[in-house]
């Protein structure tokens, strides 16, 4: 082979002998790096090199070594250099294209003079090991694939025939202008963007360089495939709400192929625009919410729970005869709700083509008003942010000024996510409320505020379709929506924040009760703590207003909390640096909390309990599971006959923002006999 490669001016230099790998001879620092970047099992946050070591079953010395190579602190994420030759920075890279066959490939980088897209929700390390997984795996089906042919082609020439020869010989002919044309292709399309190539094997002999600034070669001890996951975790890291779509697209192209291999594998990054005008060239506009049936709601939400179904797996889910799905399917595509995959082989008969729903099908605005803060997403079919931005309250405004910064940042927020099919706004307040009239009552914190229009005031402003839910609902609903066939049956959702609440879904729906109130948690708490007011009513508990009761407790216990906005993390940040004080702050909290959820547990008679909110932050996350699973494990009447599994939200501090933009995709698609939707109509001219 040629050691020989382009440089950055279309010359070429002699490539040094690659560096002898790591020990073990099979170490692929690619696949480490991939690792480290996907982060390790909850509760840790990231890897230390012996527990990463002990994962791979490599030595812990080895994994060190990877992360001064590749210029990794300690696991704690990041990518700032490929040390491939010459080292490649990477701190800005973004995956554009990948082609292999055999031991041939090219990963090609680009660099933007700016970042396209808002950084969206940050993933979580479930979210990531769950991305790596899928992503690699489908990746190693390519990677054996390839083996498999290579080794065919080999023996095919051994065996000396002709006409297999001949084949050989034409699909290497085609195959030689496979990285040219695909390192010309990402040019094309990515023109604002210097293009960056690492090379394995023969890939390093693409002519003259072509379109792309450098040329890098890989060294033996690092993969392809691990680089390749190793450069979208990274990416993924700093733009999540960009990458997520992209993630889908390379996992699934790497399955197709994977299934039905044929010649060189080649893949390119193609901007949401790009797909959707080669994949949906007819209108995108229709009417979401008047679906017109049952039916038709039953198949998206089975589509929904299970992520992809074939039309002969909804007909088993929802009873449906094979001729209602496929009638329903068909409408479902044409009006560009849903997507069709590549076909799957499913043993004898005709092969199966997955269904899924089209995340840029429709969006919704989530809108949180909190005592300290209001937060606006705009959220794709899927659950992926496409735009957040909050603003601090300070001094707790008018009402009038308040529905003003949320309509403005609203609508910011939805040009910014630049979606031609919003479906509408929902907002997410604290109680009490009354659903029915849109009214903001008189909340707690909230001076001046009362029996504030705001459904009405919002509407007029945006000219969209307007939901309103209490905090805890809207988190309760957002937990459903995204989390899929594990959040499928009735649970409770724990709500802490500046103060507690529940949302509860019992028999397949939400529960709001007669006016939007139901979940007040406080009076449970107070009950089985035994805390009651003179006239024999429960007392009002201040550990029902966790955030601030956290605070007041570490300074009476002589921890130095910083006065003003900031305390709550600071003491946060002390528990999770072990300070016994601290952690004992929060045990207290929480055991007085768990009072209260072991109260919903016994009155509701459900398995699943899913704590979060703005309190439950990352570092103490685990204090307040701990806690709260000790107590409706073991209180409740009904503890022998049922285990109440207590979960952490999969949305975090942005459960109400993010479940108030559900609450509009949940009205607009969930199947409820009897139910008439609360939002009439869309807004075509909101965007």
Same mark, same amino acid.
């Given at each position: 082979?040629?050691?020989?490669?382009p440089?950055?001016?279309?010359?070429?230099?002699?490539?040094? %002998?690659?560096?002898?790998?790591?020990?073990?001879?099979?170490?692929?620092?690619?696949g480490?790096?991939?690792?480290?970047?996907?982060?390790p099992?909850?509760?840790?946050?990231?890897?230390?090199?012996?527990?990463?070591?002990?994962?791979?079953?490599?030595?812990?010395k080895?994994?060190?070594?990877?992360?001064?190579?590749?210029?990794?602190?300690?696991?704690?994420?990041?990518?700032?250099?490929?040390?491939?030759?010459?080292?490649?920075?990477?701190?800005?890279?973004?995956?554009?294209?990948?082609?292999?066959?055999?031991?041939?490939?090219?990963?090609?980088?680009?660099?933007?003079?700016?970042?396209?897209?808002?950084?969206?929700?940050?993933?979580?390390?479930?979210?990531?090991?769950?991305?790596?997984?899928?992503?690699?795996?489908?990746?190693?089906?390519?990677?054996?694939?390839?083996?498999?042919?290579?080794?065919?082609? %080999?023996?095919g020439?051994?065996?000396?025939?002709?006409?297999?020869?001949?084949?050989?010989a034409?699909?290497?002919?085609a195959?030689?202008?496979?990285?040219?044309?695909?390192?010309?292709?990402?040019?094309?399309?990515?023109?604002?963007?210097?293009l960056?190539v690492?090379?394995?094997?023969?890939?390093?002999?693409?002519?003259?360089?072509?379109?792309?600034?450098?040329?890098?070669?890989?060294?033996?001890?690092?993969?392809?495939?691990?680089?390749?996951?190793?450069?979208?975790?990274?990416?993924?890291?700093?733009?999540?709400?960009?990458?997520?779509?992209?993630?889908?697209?390379?996992?699934?192209?790497?399955?197709?192929?994977?299934?039905?291999?044929?010649?060189?594998?080649?893949? +390119?990054?193609?901007?949401?625009?790009?797909?959707?005008?080669?994949?949906?060239?007819?209108?995108?506009?229709?009417?979401?919410?008047?679906?017109?049936?049952?039916?038709?709601?039953?198949?998206?939400?089975?589509?929904?729970?299970?992520?992809?179904?074939?039309?002969?797996?909804?007909?088993?889910?929802?009873?449906?005869?094979?001729?209602a799905?496929? +009638?329903?399917?068909?409408?479902?595509?044409?009006?560009?709700?849903?997507a069709?995959?590549?076909?799957?082989?499913?043993?004898?008969?005709?092969?199966?083509?997955?269904?899924?729903?089209?995340?840029?099908?429709?969006?919704?605005?989530g809108?949180?008003?909190?005592?300290?803060?209001?937060?606006?997403?705009?959220?794709?079919?899927?659950g992926?942010?496409?735009?957040?931005?909050?603003?601090?309250?300070?001094? +707790?405004?008018?009402?009038?000024?308040?529905?003003?910064?949320?309509?403005?940042?609203?609508?910011?927020?939805?040009?910014?996510?630049?979606?031609?099919?919003? !479906?509408?706004?929902?907002?997410?307040?604290?109680?009490?409320?009354? %659903?029915?009239?849109?009214?903001?009552?008189?909340?707690?914190?909230f001076?001046?505020?009362?029996?504030?229009?705001?459904?009405?005031?919002?509407?007029?402003?945006?000219?969209t379709?307007?939901?309103?839910?209490?905090?805890?609902?809207?988190?309760?609903?957002?937990?459903?929506? !995204?989390?899929?066939?594990?959040?499928?049956?009735?649970?409770?959702?724990?709500?802490?924040?500046?103060?507690?609440?529940? =949302?509860?879904?019992?028999?397949?729906?939400?529960?709001r009760?007669?006016?939007?109130?139901? =979940?007040?948690?406080?009076?449970?708490?107070?009950?089985?703590?035994?805390?009651?007011?003179?006239? =024999?009513?429960?007392?009002?508990?201040?550990?029902?207003?966790?955030?601030?009761?956290?605070?007041?407790?570490?300074?009476?216990?002589?921890?130095?909390?910083?006065?003003?906005?900031?305390?709550?993390?600071?003491?946060?940040?002390?528990?999770?640096?072990?300070?016994?004080?601290?952690?004992?702050?929060?045990?207290?909290?929480?055991?007085?909390?768990?009072?209260?959820?072991?109260?919903?547990?016994?009155?509701?008679?459900?398995?699943?309990?899913?704590i979060?909110?703005?309190?439950?932050?990352?570092?103490?996350?685990?204090?307040?599971?701990?806690?709260?699973?000790?107590?409706?494990?073991?209180?409740?009447?009904?503890?022998?006959?049922?285990?109440?599994?207590?979960?952490?939200? +999969?949305?975090?501090?942005?459960?109400?923002?993010?479940?108030?933009?559900?609450?509009?995709?949940h009205?607009?698609? %969930?199947?409820?006999? =009897?139910?008439?939707?609360?939002?009439?109509?869309?807004?075509?001219?909101?965007?």
């Amino acid at each position: 082979m040629d050691d020989r490669m382009p440089d950055v001016d279309g010359g070429s230099r002699q490539v040094p %002998t690659d560096p002898a790998p790591l020990d073990p001879a099979q170490l692929d620092e690619a696949g480490v790096v991939a690792a480290t970047l996907a982060g390790p099992p909850a509760p840790a946050r990231t890897w230390s090199a012996r527990d990463l070591a002990d994962q791979l079953g490599v030595s812990a010395k080895a994994v060190a070594g990877v992360w001064r190579r590749w210029e990794i602190g300690h696991g704690d994420g990041g990518l700032t250099m490929v040390p491939a030759d010459p080292p490649y920075p990477s701190s800005r890279g973004e995956l554009l294209g990948v082609w292999a066959d055999g031991d041939t490939a090219l990963v090609v980088l680009g660099e933007s003079a700016r970042p396209r897209g808002q950084r969206g929700r940050a993933a979580d390390n479930e979210e990531r090991r769950s991305i790596h997984t899928a992503l690699a795996a489908q990746l190693g089906r390519v990677r054996d694939a390839l083996a498999a042919g290579t080794a065919e082609a %080999t023996r095919g020439a051994t065996r000396g025939a002709t006409r297999g020869a001949t084949r050989g010989a034409a699909r290497k002919a085609a195959d030689q202008d496979g990285p040219a044309a695909l390192v010309a292709s990402v040019a094309e399309h990515h023109p604002d963007s210097d293009l960056h190539v690492i090379a394995w094997g023969g890939g390093s002999g693409t002519p003259g360089g072509g379109p792309a600034r450098s040329w890098h070669r890989a060294g033996r001890s690092m993969s392809w495939t691990g680089t390749a996951c190793a450069i979208v975790l990274a990416e993924l890291d700093q733009f999540p709400g960009r990458v997520r779509p992209v993630l889908r697209a390379f996992t699934e192209a790497a399955r197709v192929y994977a299934d039905a291999p044929r010649g060189a594998f080649a893949w +390119r990054r193609r901007e949401p625009a790009e797909q959707q005008a080669q994949a949906h060239p007819s209108p995108r506009a229709f009417n979401q919410l008047a679906l017109g049936s049952y039916n038709e709601k039953l198949v998206i939400e089975s589509i929904r729970q299970a992520v992809t179904l074939s039309r002969v797996e909804i007909a088993e889910q929802t009873g449906l005869t094979p001729q209602a799905v496929s +009638r329903i399917t068909r409408n479902l595509l044409t009006s560009g709700l849903l997507a069709e995959d590549a076909r799957q082989p499913a043993g004898a008969g005709k092969p199966r083509a997955p269904l899924r729903l089209r995340p840029d099908a429709a969006s919704a605005i989530g809108i949180h008003l909190d005592p300290e803060m209001i937060t606006v997403v705009a959220v794709d079919l899927c659950g992926d942010l496409l735009d957040q931005r909050q603003l601090p309250l300070g001094e +707790r405004p008018d009402p009038r000024w308040c529905v003003e910064q949320m309509a403005r940042l609203a609508l910011e927020s939805a040009r910014a996510a630049d979606s031609e099919a919003l !479906l509408g706004v929902g907002v997410a307040v604290p109680g009490p409320l009354d %659903t029915r009239a849109g009214l903001l009552l008189d909340p707690p914190l909230f001076r001046s505020w009362k029996h504030v229009a705001l459904k009405a005031e919002l509407a007029e402003r945006l000219d969209t379709p307007v939901i309103v839910e209490k905090d805890s609902t809207a988190a309760a609903i957002g937990e459903r929506w !995204l989390g899929a066939a594990d959040r499928a049956g009735d649970f409770v959702y724990l709500y802490l924040g500046a103060g507690a609440g529940s =949302g509860a879904f019992l028999n397949g729906d939400v529960y709001r009760g007669t006016t939007g109130n139901a =979940g007040e948690v406080g009076k449970l708490c107070a009950i089985e703590a035994g805390r009651f007011t003179e006239e =024999g009513g429960p007392a009002r508990v201040p550990e029902c207003a966790p955030m601030s009761a956290v605070v007041d407790r570490a300074r009476a216990a002589g921890m130095m909390v910083p006065q003003g906005d900031g305390g709550y993390e600071w003491v946060c940040a002390a528990a999770a640096r072990g300070d016994r004080r601290a952690i004992g702050v929060f045990e207290e909290v929480a055991r007085v909390l768990a009072l209260g959820a072991v109260g919903l547990v016994d009155l509701l008679d459900v398995e699943l309990l899913i704590i979060g909110g703005p309190a439950v932050l990352p570092s103490v996350a685990g204090i307040y599971r701990r806690e709260i699973a000790a107590a409706v494990n073991r209180f409740p009447l009904a503890r022998h006959v049922r285990e109440v599994h207590v979960a952490q939200s +999969r949305l975090n501090q942005a459960a109400a923002a993010v479940g108030a933009a559900s609450s509009v995709f949940h009205e607009a698609f %969930t199947p409820s006999l =009897g139910a008439r939707t609360r939002m009439a109509r869309r807004a075509p001219g909101y965007v």
